[in-house]
């Protein structure tokens, strides 16, 4: 006696028999316009390389006879300088008006908010021209008690000159973002985290430092970057107080020869080289928070 397969079901497993794919023919995906893109790409980059090297309006001699001189490096070490205490101070402000703004104080909220709004409202430009004026307003200050007899006073003309000025108005204005940076950053941390070092007796200090901090600096550290490099770029705007930063130097130099472009491409060339120094150091401080994360 024999026994046979119904047909259908005979059908069924001929067609889920896996089919010998060895003989098709693979062809990839043709992309045309991509070429093309690359190709007028290519030809716009060679020819602005080419005027870059060809066209005698840059004056590269005159740029190299510049680009190292005492001058110029002392201006490059005002300008570390200005960006170094204007993060430094803006970023210590910012923390405490980011922890001021998440606290559960309405009045320490409501004063964070209006710091914050004021100062991201109001031009870095005119800042800067109000702290350089300060002794218009004050002519002394003095500390003691409040609304009561002061114990020793300063003269602001005396304390506050150009460059602290500059300072304190970059730290200033830096403060209002770095708030909102850090207070993102810490947002981005899930609560879970705290209720879980909570439940472990973790006391509240530490588990700002040990556990939110550590996990919000991945939040932190991109746009906190982005406001260290535009703060770099932005001392340039301190060239209205005639301190001797990169900018101001080049013109001065410029205003003597009238080698315009050359002078302003040594200041280019410099701060292309210092923002670049920033995104390395930046990658690596990125690199020491990320580890541990899943990407």
């Known amino acids: 006696m024999s026994v046979t397969s119904d047909p259908p079901l005979r059908?069924?497993?001929?067609?889920?028999?896996?089919?010998?794919?060895?003989?098709?023919?693979?062809?990839?995906?043709?992309?045309?316009?991509?070429?093309?893109?690359?190709?007028?790409?290519?030809?716009?980059?060679?020819?602005?390389?080419?005027?870059?090297?060809?066209?005698?309006g840059?004056?590269?001699?005159?740029?190299?006879?510049?680009?190292?001189?005492?001058?110029?490096?002392?201006?490059?070490?005002?300008?570390?300088?200005?960006?170094?205490?204007?993060?430094?101070?803006?970023?210590?402000?910012?923390i405490v008006l980011a922890f001021m703004r998440l606290s559960r104080s309405p009045f320490l909220k409501s004063v964070a908010f209006t710091y914050i709004w004021a100062f991201r409202s109001i031009p870095l430009i005119?800042?800067?021209?109000?702290?350089?004026?300060?002794?218009?307003?004050?002519?002394?200050?003095?500390?003691?008690?409040?609304?009561?007899?002061?114990?020793?006073s300063f003269d602001t003309a005396g304390l506050v000159g150009a460059m602290s000025a500059a300072v304190l108005g970059l730290a200033l204005h830096q403060a209002a973002y770095a708030a909102e940076i850090v207070r993102g950053g810490v947002l981005a941390v899930d609560a879970g985290q705290l209720e879980a070092a909570a439940a472990l007796g973790i006391p509240r200090l530490r588990q700002l430092r040990r556990v939110v901090l550590p996990q919000a600096m991945r939040s932190i550290l991109p746009n906190a970057a982005n406001e260290v490099i535009s703060l770099f770029k932005g001392t340039s705007i301190v060239s209205v107080?005639?301190?001797?930063?990169?900018?101001?130097?080049?013109?001065?130099v410029y205003g003597r020869n009238g080698?315009?472009?050359?002078?302003?491409?040594?200041?280019?060339?410099?701060?292309?080289?210092l923002t670049t120094l920033l995104s390395i150091a930046q990658a690596f401080v990125e690199r020491h928070f990320s580890r541990g994360a899943t990407r």
């Open 126 to 152: 005119v800042q800067l021209l109000f702290w350089f004026n300060l002794t218009y307003l004050y002519k002394r200050l003095d500390f003691g008690i409040p609304f009561g007899p002061g114990f020793f």
């Open 11 to 56: 059908e069924a497993s001929e067609r889920a028999a896996p089919e010998d794919y060895s003989a098709l023919t693979v062809v990839p995906v043709r992309h045309p316009w991509r070429w093309v893109a690359v190709a007028v790409t290519a030809v716009l980059v060679a020819q602005f390389a080419h005027g870059l090297i060809t066209n005698p």
């Open 259 to 273: 080698r315009v472009v050359p002078l302003l491409m040594v200041a280019t060339v410099w701060y292309v080289i």
């Open 241 to 252: 107080m005639a301190i001797g930063e990169l900018f101001y130097q080049v013109q001065v």
């Open 58 to 94: 840059w004056e590269w001699d005159v740029f190299a006879d510049f680009f190292t001189t005492e001058t110029i490096l002392k201006a490059v070490w005002i300008t570390i300088q200005l960006t170094f205490y204007g993060t430094a101070l803006g970023f210590a402000l910012g």
